[in-house]
């Protein structure tokens, strides 16, 4: 840091109470120039200070309004600790970027409790959270400031610059990220082996991808988020978890999937608004098991903004809206809209569909709901299904079946 911009040392107000912008022991830290390495200070001096093994409460670390670079990456590796700010500050950079001239715009910039995550260190993570040894973290929070990564590489549609705004790397219980932004990263929020992880209330979009629950996890949710990946990642991927919550999100187009679970047991996808502009908007993929997909709207159409027409996730319409691999999952209740121009339809000729099950035994899809300008597959089953049940979800035209396994109603 510039010697000019020394501050003297401050003492919290309280004992576990830190403002990153009144924090400097040594005389050389500046939150400005570096809020990582003011915020890894904090951490060592509550570590320092928090060393009965029967008494440690934790600290809250406050970041306050206002822009901060991040050149050094923070690690977290002690429970209760919150890091907090004043305004999670998203907005589009994207519409920027594309836009031209800005010059007469009111503001370019994300605001609030904003930091720009630039890691002149040589690491990728903003925030890494990891700890070996026993017990595993418990109850960190992440609340209400920004990460942005200021700018992708080779062009700024890209979706690529190796920036990760929070990084778990090892098994966490009662952790929360809520009220964040997060805006061009390539990975928003990544998270391994979750219990009971709470993300909620937060704005992660024009992210390569925006949360990817990694590994294992259980009992945990994804509620009430604003969401929207780049066309190279996931708005949302979970792997091995049981019991997932999802629910109460709006994800907005251009991820490779709206919510992608592999190999995942009893979730619960429900009340979310799905947007998007690729076929595959829910995928089970793997072995998947008596998870539930209930009362969604789905909004499919084509992409209309111009410097993102033509891009896609290689996937065709018959594919379906939702893909199914897996036993005993229940898809019902869910309103689908499929908007494609007949000459949009890939691969040429094809017939688009909406559920299909491509794997596995005891599926129910029943009382959906479609509206389309196409003459489509409302539900088709697989060679490799067995027992399915469909009812209420097409007419008998609009149903397909490679498997003879399956009872069927259609739509009165």
Not at 105 to 121: A, C, Q, R, Y
Not at 241 to 256: A, E, K, Y
Not at 274 to 301: A, D, V, W
């Amino acid at each position: 840091m510039p010697a000019d911009k020394k501050k003297p040392v401050a003492i919290p107000t309280e004992p576990n109470v830190y403002d990153v912008t009144d924090w400097n022991p040594t005389g050389a830290l500046d939150p400005v120039w570096d809020i990582g390495a003011v915020i890894n200070s904090i951490i060592g001096d509550i570590k320092r200070r928090q060393t009965s093994q029967a008494d440690k409460p934790g600290a809250v670390i406050y970041i306050p309004p206002g822009t901060y670079s991040l050149k050094t990456r923070v690690v977290v590796d002690t429970s209760y600790l919150c890091i907090r700010g004043s305004g999670h500050g998203f907005t589009s950079l994207s519409i920027r970027y594309n836009s031209g001239d800005t010059s007469t715009w009111h503001e370019l910039n994300p605001g609030g409790s904003h930091i720009k995550v630039e890691n002149t260190d040589g690491k990728s993570e903003a925030f890494l959270v990891q700890r070996s040894g026993d017990p595993r973290l418990s109850s960190i929070e992440f609340e209400n400031f920004c990460l942005d990564g200021v700018s992708f590489t080779g062009n700024q549609n890209s979706y690529r610059n190796g920036k990760v705004g929070i990084r778990f790397a090892s098994a966490t219980d009662a952790t929360r990220v809520r009220g964040m932004g997060m805006v061009y990263l390539e990975h928003g929020l990544i998270v391994q082996d979750a219990d009971a992880l709470d993300v909620s209330g937060n704005f992660i979009a024009e992210c390569g991808n925006c949360i990817e629950l990694t590994g294992s996890g259980q009992a945990s949710k994804v509620t009430d988020n604003h969401l929207g990946a780049g066309p190279i990642g996931f708005s949302l991927f979970a792997e091995q978890h049981n019991g997932l919550l999802v629910t109460g999100n709006n994800v907005f187009p251009r991820g490779i999937d709206s919510v992608h679970l592999k190999n995942s047991t009893r979730c619960n996808i429900s009340a979310n608004r799905l947007h998007s502009f690729y076929p595959g908007m829910i995928t089970l993929e793997g072995n998947c098991k008596e998870n539930l997909i209930g009362s969604n709207m789905f909004e499919r159409q084509v992409e209309t903004y111009g410097p993102f027409i033509g891009f896609g996730n290689g996937r065709p319409d018959d594919y379906g809206v939702v893909q199914v691999n897996g036993d005993g999952n229940t898809i019902t209740g869910n309103h689908v809209t499929v908007i494609i121009p007949p000459e949009q339809v890939t691969p040429a000729g094809a017939t688009a569909a909406v559920f299909r099950v491509a794997s596995g035994d005891q599926n129910l899809i029943g009382a959906n709901h479609v509206i389309s300008n196409l003459t489509l597959h409302t539900v088709v089953l697989d060679a490799g299904t067995t027992n399915s049940h469909v009812f209420d979800s097409g007419t008998e035209a609009q149903f397909a079946a490679a498997s003879t396994s399956y009872g069927f109603r259609p739509t009165p």
